[in-house]
């Protein structure tokens, strides 16, 4: 039976042997190491064995680390290896000049047993945390993506009101990580209608009580979809999706959550989406103007809308519309109808 070895792999590169053995001392029992005694063969070992971390003498013969560590923050394949410097030199100016090619630690010589473990275990739990982040991006935005193909709308209407809820939550004070977090959690406003039965979701006419008390089902079965997670990003999706059709005055579903029960980023994702389903065309419907649209979001504030965060949208509209201008719909022509109400919009 083959054993797999899951060890993290750190690449070290000194020109001096002594030095190389001091770090194997200190490492070996816990990570996989690989050596290097120059910057050529360092940048070969690293584009051929991608190691989790490099730790990099500075002052070598040939290329010195500053340049090895500028080469390889150049080099796609490379760029994302955290690098830490190991070296004589503790002056500011060569903490600096490190920390600007890309570096994300410096460790000064002689080195400390204990510091060099406990850095280079940080620094891979740093990675470890970027990577399990990437992932739960990645699932979210696979999961929007499989929403499209069950949905009529199409895939510029998430891209643009997911980037309207950014706009609109920098504009009610959230800090630019949680507006991030926005932009990628309002993609996974309508996943619940994976569980919906394509003759209720794709009917071109108006739904009976029955059929519409299957579509509200969406909202519950896209929270179901996306679980309990304790990520931030994935506790927003879960948040959005169960709740971005709830109403400031209590007369939205499925909860009947009413001001601020409801969680401010579904209220802000039930702005975005409201206002870009008005504005775009589908074969069902013609686009309203954009007056029109912003007529029935200022109407609706404190019967649908949260009233501060239609002050916010209407401070960054001009924003919203330059957003929109770069993800514009292909033209269509609209059978028919007229504009639907908020009621039967596609946003509901």
């Not at 998430?158 to 949680?178: D, K, L, T």
């Not at 990003?233 to 059709?245: G, T």
């Not at 719909?329 to 109400?341: F, G, R, V, W």
């Amino acid at each position: 039976m083959m054993v797999l070895n899951d060890k993290k792999t750190l690449l070290l590169v000194d020109d001096e042997p002594t030095n190389l053995q001091v770090l194997k001392n200190i490492l070996a029992a816990s990570y996989r190491l690989l050596f290097a005694k120059d910057g050529e063969r360092a940048l070969a070992l690293a584009r051929r064995e991608a190691p989790d971390l490099i730790l990099l003498d500075v002052m070598m013969p040939g290329m010195s680390g500053y340049q090895v560590c500028e080469t390889l923050k150049r080099d796609h394949a490379t760029r994302h290896i955290p690098v830490i410097f190991v070296t004589a030199l503790s002056g500011e100016n060569e903490e600096t000049q490190g920390f600007e090619l890309g570096a994300v630690d410096y460790i000064t010589k002689p080195v400390s047993p204990a510091v060099v473990r406990a850095r280079v275990k940080n620094h891979l739990s740093l990675v470890r945390m970027e990577e399990l982040k990437s992932t739960r991006l990645s699932v979210v935005q696979r999961l929007g993506r499989a929403a499209e193909y069950k949905d009529n709308e199409t895939g510029l209407h998430v891209i643009r009101m997911s980037r309207y809820a950014q706009i609109i939550a920098r504009a009610a004070g959230f800090s630019e990580y949680q507006a991030e977090n926005l932009l990628h959690a309002a993609p996974m406003h309508d996943i619940g209608k994976i569980g919906i039965p394509d003759m209720i979701l794709q009917k071109p006419g108006k739904l009976d009580p029955e059929e519409w008390a299957v579509m509200r089902r969406h909202a519950e079965i896209g929270a179901e979809i996306i679980g309990e997670d304790d990520s931030p990003l994935m506790c927003m999706a879960r948040d959005i999706a169960l709740y971005h059709h709830e109403k400031w005055d209590g007369s939205g579903y499925p909860a009947g959550l009413k001001g601020e029960d409801i969680p401010v980023s579904a209220r802000i994702v039930a702005i975005a989406d409201v206002f870009d389903a008005l504005t775009s065309a589908r074969p069902y419907k013609p686009a309203w103007p954009i007056d029109k649209a912003t007529d029935l979001i200022r109407s609706e504030a404190g019967s649908h809308f949260d009233p501060a965060l239609v002050n916010a949208f209407f401070k960054c509209l001009p924003e919203i519309l330059e957003t929109r201008s770069h993800w514009p719909e292909p033209d269509t022509n609209p059978a028919s109808a007229a504009p639907p109400n908020v009621a039967t919009s596609p946003a509901t």
